[in-house]
């Protein structure tokens, strides 16, 4: 007796299973979009498409710069007090200031920045 051997993901399409007699449809419907993609114009956008802005591709940067702008101005602080606490109390407050200044510039200059650009 032979047995019949079926990819797995002949029958999976955006993560729901699809019944054996849609999988020929399926397969066609996956070919046609790939040529309609690979013989249309690559400067002519589809209908309803926003084109990707390069001023989005750092948003995760900034985001985590962001993140971490909080643990950092915190342990300045911790080392500022310290500071403050064995007798040097104008390098201190120099650190302070710079710790407090950093924290604002990060959490509020990227958004300045998207509402002017």
Do not use: E
């Given at each position: 007796m032979r047995t019949?051997?079926?990819?797995?993901?002949?029958?999976?399409?955006?993560?729901?299973?699809?019944?054996?007699?849609?999988?020929?449809q399926h397969n066609a419907a996956k070919l046609s979009a790939l040529f309609a993609g690979v013989f249309a114009s690559p400067g002519v956008a589809f209908a309803g498409t926003t084109q990707p802005d390069i001023r989005d591709a750092f948003d995760p940067?900034?985001?985590?710069?962001?993140?971490?702008?909080l643990p950092v101005?915190?342990?300045?602080?911790?080392?500022a007090c310290l500071?403050?606490?064995?007798?040097?109390?104008?390098?201190?407050?120099?650190?302070a200031k710079w710790a407090v200044l950093g924290y604002l510039a990060m959490k509020y200059v990227p958004g300045l920045l998207k509402s002017l650009g």
């Open positions: 019949k051997t079926y990819d797995f993901r002949s029958f999976i399409s955006n993560g729901q299973l699809i019944r054996i007699d849609d999988v020929a940067v900034i985001h985590m710069l962001q993140d971490m702008a101005a915190s342990i300045v602080l911790a080392w500071q403050a606490m064995i007798g040097h109390p104008a390098q201190a407050v120099d650190k």
